[in-house]
């Protein structure tokens, strides 16, 4: 039973581990985004532009 009860705990450990993991990567991806949107503001550039921009400078390599 003792082993039962250390495995269940284990699960759930895991479990809010991996949730929180998931719940950090939410809103570092939120702040991100948010950065990433103000400084294409600050730069008169669409998003759409921007990533052309990218796919370009990519395909020039």
Do not use: H, Q, Y
């Not at 003792?2 to 949730?19: D, L, Y």
């Not at 998931?22 to 991100?32: A, L, P």
Request: aromatic content about 2%.
């Amino acid at each position: 039973m003792r082993e039962e009860t250390e495995k269940s705990n284990e699960s759930i450990r895991e479990k809010n581990m991996k949730s929180l993991e998931e719940n950090i990567k939410k809103v570092e991806i939120k702040r991100m985004k948010k950065i990433i949107d103000e400084a294409l503001e600050n730069m008169n550039v669409s998003v759409e532009e921007w990533v052309e921009d990218v796919k370009e400078s990519r395909s020039m390599r």
